[in-house]
């Protein structure tokens, strides 16, 4: 006996459901998705990077991991999917580099512009991960999930703060 389309539907079902347990509605977890995707998209567009590239596409995938991560963190497929999609485009890099297949930089930032963008992600990436030292030591706690809505507030809020300084 053959697999019968109602079969291949109930499967569907099934998994759809269950995706529904780990990660929470479909319009929240895509909408948290499309917030990290909009979050990256502002921001290699604005360094003068084709958003749609092949790597572009990978790391997009990498932050649908993290979106999910995010929700469910102790979901351990998340963080397989997520070295399985970084070793892509670290292979890609690795290929360009050996190849000398890297696309040309036509971006218009002189070098310097290109440095102090550099030092801006640092100093955010700095200001996330500002805890105090006795932090670093302690038992690490389990994480509790913040609402798919919370993480959209807090992405739109540094999206925002990031806005109003480069005007």
């Known amino acids: 006996m053959s697999y019968t389309r109602s079969q291949f539907l109930d499967d569907v079902k099934q998994i759809v459901e269950g995706r529904g347990q780990n990660y929470g ?3 929240d977890n895509f909408g948290l998705i499309g ?3 909009n979050l990256f998209d502002k921001a290699a567009g604005a360094a003068g990077h084709d958003t749609n590239s092949p790597t572009a596409v990978g790391l997009k995938m990498a932050l649908l ?3 999910r991560a995010t929700t469910q ?3 351990i497929d998340n963080y397989y999917d997520l070295a399985g999609y970084a070793a892509c485009v670290g292979i890609m890099a690795i290929d360009w580099e050996d190849e000398k297949k890297r696309p040309k930089d036509t971006s218009p930032e002189t070098a310097s512009q290109k440095r102090k963008l550099a030092e801006s992600n640092a100093a955010f990436a700095a200001s996330e991960a500002s805890l105090p030292a006795s932090a670093m030591y302690a038992k690490p706690q389990t994480p509790q999930p913040l609402s ?3 993480v959209i507030d807090r992405l739109n809020k540094k999206l925002s703060a990031t806005e109003a300084n480069d005007q």
């Open 148 to 150: 798919t809505q919370e």
């Open 65 to 67: 991991k993290i979106a």
């Open 25 to 27: 509605t479909p319009e």
């Open 73 to 75: 963190p102790d979901h």
């Open 35 to 37: 917030a990290f995707w």
